[in-house]
């Protein structure tokens, strides 16, 4: 294998390419062994990545939409959840955004629109969480979105954080 470029692993779509390439320069010389790996590359791609993935996804549109599907479902859950466990209404969640209980209603339904990123900064103030938002290859995304559960989509507030680092800190002095 060529070592003069790099092996990236940026989502199934740019792994196999390069490998592809620089096996099939590498290994021109063996007849037929070459075209094999190839096709073997590219069958397995989505098995080259940091996680598998749904053969489904080889389709880009249906890719594509599988995620906006699971962002808009992991938004609205998300919100409910936090909520929930903080023990508030959706009023009341509301309230502490400035906003109305309908925005929350909307918020926390999974076909409820486009959301903005001001309005998720809002509940995730208002749920004293922080917001992550970041671009990652589709086998990250299909890792970190595998986990679904209540626990896993529940934040731990800042303020429970700090009590609970207090606590430890105590229990170490004591």
């Given at each position: 294998m060529s070592t003069n470029q790099p092996i990236t692993k940026n989502g199934f779509g740019n792994v196999a390419p390069k490998l592809t390439v620089d096996l099939t320069n590498e290994l021109s010389s063996a007849p037929g062994l070459?075209?094999?790996l190839t096709s073997l590359l590219k069958e397995s791609a989505n098995t080259l990545c940091d996680y598998p993935m749904p053969s489904e996804w080889n389709d880009p549109d249906y890719r594509r939409a599988a995620m906006e599907a699971t962002v808009e479902n992991l938004i609205a859950w998300g919100v409910r959840i936090n909520r929930e466990a903080q023990g508030l209404t959706q009023t009341q969640l509301a309230e502490r955004m400035g906003t109305k209980q309908s925005a929350i209603s909307r918020l926390e339904d999974t076909e409820g629109g486009d959301i903005q990123?001001?309005?998720?900064?809002?509940?995730?103030?208002?749920?004293?969480?922080?917001?992550?938002?970041?671009?990652?290859?589709?086998?990250?995304?299909?890792?970190?979105?595998?986990?679904?559960?209540?626990?896993?989509?529940k934040g731990e507030t800042f303020a429970t954080l700090c009590a609970r680092s207090a606590e430890a800190a105590q229990a170490a002095k004591g």
């Open positions: 070459s075209h094999k990123l001001s309005t998720l900064s809002k509940a995730a103030h208002a749920l004293d969480l922080a917001l992550f938002v970041k671009l990652v290859s589709y086998s990250d995304f299909a890792r970190l979105t595998r986990d679904v559960s209540a626990s896993a989509l």
